[in-house]
T-cell receptor, first 116, second 110 residues
Framework: SQTIHQWPATLVQPVGSPLSLECTVEGTSNPNLYWYRQAAGRGLQLLFYSVGIGQISSEVPQNLSASRPQDRQFILSSKKLLLSDSGFYLC???????????????FGAGTRLSVL | ELKVEQNPLFLSMQEGKNYTIYCNYSTTSDRLYWYRQDPGKSLESLFVLLSNGAVKQEGRLMASLDTKARLSTLHITAAVHDLSATYFCAVGNAGNMLTFGGGTRLMVKP
């Protein structure tokens, strides 16, 4: 079965420090991958999506970047964190192969980032 | 630009009562999702609606889609405390990028 892993689960970082959040998917090939951010008490905002290795599209201008070095790996990064980068970051996948892969976007457990 | 609006944003219900959450969206789409989020947790998929008139039911929750009206509803029947959570609708477009509504925080009181 397909599973999605995100780490770390919780992160506290000082302003100006770098960031690297990792997401990996198991049990499928060539999925679409997504990064979302949820501010406290708010809905989700799409940050980046990728349809394949090295292919990244950004939905909003921001202090973050994303990379997809392998088919099932998606990384969210920042060179210098801002206070406004705090939030709940969720990785998701869609498509790929397998019966469960159709029509549903599955979410990882999320990373709660606090920038102080 | 696609906009998705949910209402109400907050709902406090008594156990055993019925209620409906509404999700309106601004442009044509061929897929509508409902998710549940418990506090501090990720999103759990509830329903995927793919065509006009689609209706899906799971336990005390029933979702429907009217693509002509650009409206989806999530109906709660005889609410129980375990249904307390935040519910999101989301509309998918090309590449299945999802645009989420603001969420409805549901509290079911005994």
């Amino acid at each position: 079965s397909q599973t999605i892993h995100q780490w770390p689960a919780t992160l506290v970082q000082p302003v100006g420090s770098p960031l690297s959040l990792e997401c990996t998917v198991e049990g499928t090939s060539n999925p679409n991958l997504y990064w979302y951010r949820q501010a406290a008490g708010r809905g989700l905002q799409l940050l980046f999506y990728s349809v394949g290795i090295g292919q990244i599209s950004s939905e909003v201008p921001q202090n973050l970047s994303a990379s997809r070095p392998q088919d099932r790996q998606f990384i969210l990064s920042s060179k210098k964190l801002l206070l406004s980068d705090s939030g709940f970051y969720l990785c998701a996948w869609y498509g790929g192969t397998g019966v469960l892969a159709k029509n549903i976007q599955y979410f990882g457990a999320g990373t709660r980032l606090s920038v102080l | 630009e696609l906009k998705v609006e949910q209402n109400p944003l907050f709902l406090s219900m008594q156990e055993g009562k019925n209620y409906t959450i509404y999700c309106n969206y601004s442009t044509t789409s061929d897929r509508l999702y409902w998710y549940r989020q418990d506090p501090g947790k990720s999103l759990e998929s509830l329903f995927v609606l793919l065509s006009n008139g689609a209706v899906k039911q799971e336990g005390r929750l029933m979702a429907s889609l009217d693509t002509k009206a650009r409206l989806s509803t999530l109906h709660i029947t005889a609410a129980v405390h375990d249904l307390s959570a935040t519910y999101f609708c989301a509309v998918g477009n090309a590449g299945n990028m999802l645009t989420f509504g603001g969420g409805t925080r549901l509290m079911v009181k005994p």
